[in-house]
């Protein structure tokens, strides 16, 4: 897929306090959706108000379709950057219908045909039937729709989405999640979501940076970066996780407390590691175990189409999902099974 946008050690500092965004850099293609993660406050919508041309950069490029938009030297109007933008509280024209929010941006196309356009896109995002209506008369999910088509209407390479999934209820946030991926695949749009939620990141994304203190610690598919973590941060904030050293002697397979342990690499002395709890399982203990190998189940956490466990094994605690069939009580002896590979962790710099 070629690229369609470019960022290159993109810096922006506010204060003397050292830079919110500091040296990101990454790339979208064309026709996908990428995803920027990360804890609040960790530099998101600031990389995006950079990218859109409402901040300058201190240090850095930002280009889309090798078209230098924003450096130190050089600044686009947002107006002029061709990028389409949903910001978090959808920001509509209140005195104006949901049809004339829509043909606003119309300006490139002649008066007369601009409200037969942006009906057109409104149906498409389910919402032609509403096109006279103000918004304050709509619901959220109804206004992140006509949001949406405000920004894609123009047909803009790139549209920006500024959490714009947070003020919905959880049902409405999955279908409209679902919704307006399919929207922008069939309009053939790239687009950029920044989100403090991991799993609307991973089921929204074709790809994820993950992002920590305004650094980008890993670029990756939702399945990398989630089963293929490459830093502490990441593997923690994707979901639960098993994190314990090993010693390693510069082969992919370790004695452990867990067994004969597979790693993802070669890794030598002491590293850090990283497994899901849903690649481990329990068993019973045969007998044959040393004492050492058998654990106990300190706590069972039923959440009806699947268990955690919480193992305590020489001291750390384990956590290990399973299906409901494979029922343990509390106190009772197991073993922890390792089902998958364990990943090394980069160490923190
Ligand atoms: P959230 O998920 O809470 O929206 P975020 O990851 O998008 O967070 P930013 O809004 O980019 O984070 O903010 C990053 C840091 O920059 C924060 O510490 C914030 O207080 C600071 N910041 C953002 N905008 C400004 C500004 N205009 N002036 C000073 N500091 C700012």
Known sequence: MKQLLRVDHLTKAFDDNGPVVDSVTFEVRENEIFALLGPSGCGKTTCL???????????GEVYVEEELLESPDRHVAPQDRGIGFVFQDYALFPHLSVIDNVAFGLTDIPKH???????????RTGMGDYKDRNPSELSGGQQQRVALARAIAPKPKLVLLDEPFSNLDAVLRESTRKEVRSILKKAGMSA???????????????????MNDGRIEQVGTPEEVYYKPKTKFVAQFLGRTNLFRVEAAGEEEVMTELGKLHLNCCARG???????????????PNGAELDSGVGTVVNREFKGHDITYHVMLNGERYLVHTDNRLLFDPEDKVVIKPLE???VLQEDQ
Do not use: M
């Open 49 to 59: 108000r950079l990218i859109s041309g409402f901040e300058r950069a201190d240090e």
């Open 113 to 123: 045909k601009r409200h037969v356009y942006a009906e057109e896109v409104l149906c």
């Open 192 to 210: 950029l979501l920044v989100t403090h939620d991991q799993e609307e990141a991973l089921s929204f994304a074709d790809r994820i940076a993950v």
């Open 270 to 284: 002491r590293v850090l590691c990283s497994i899901r709890p849903e690649h481990l399982t329990l068993e019973k």
């Open 341 to 343: 590979s364990a990943v």
